[in-house]
């Protein structure tokens, strides 16, 4: 069974950066594509930015030139990181992954911007 585990979460003031981790069990090579998705409060879950296994990556408007994707394939390891933070990106963040079977998700991580 394929697991993701999320870190980096928490509070930040606006202008603020946060780095987040997705650790997987499995070898990310084993997966089509990656990427991060967030729930922000009353909110459906929105697609921040995703990363194929040929490296390449789309970012949702709200975030281009903020979020930068990125992933260690020796530690099975994708980041989040998240400069010019604003109030509206405050969320619980999820880690996303899919393979050939199915989508796999990590159990979130908060992040709250104050502002």
């Known amino acids: 069974q394929v697991q993701l585990m999320e870190s980096g979460g928490g509070l930040v003031q606006a202008g603020g950066s946060l780095r987040l981790s997705c650790a997987a069990s499995?070898?990310?090579?084993?997966?089509?594509?990656m990427g991060w998705y967030r729930q922000p409060p009353g909110k459906r879950r929105e697609v921040v930015t995703v990363?194929?296994?040929?490296?390449?990556?789309n970012y949702a408007d709200s975030v281009k030139g903020r979020f930068t994707i990125s992933r260690d394939n020796a530690k099975n390891t994708m980041y989040l990181q998240m400069d010019s933070l604003k109030p509206e990106d405050t969320a619980v963040y999820y880690c996303?992954?899919?393979?050939?079977?199915?989508?796999?998700w990590g159990q979130g991580t908060q992040v709250t911007v104050s502002s």
């Open positions: 990363i194929t296994n040929s490296g390449a990556t």
């Open positions: 499995a070898n990310w090579f084993s997966f089509n594509a």
């Open positions: 996303y992954a899919r393979n050939a079977v199915r989508d796999y």
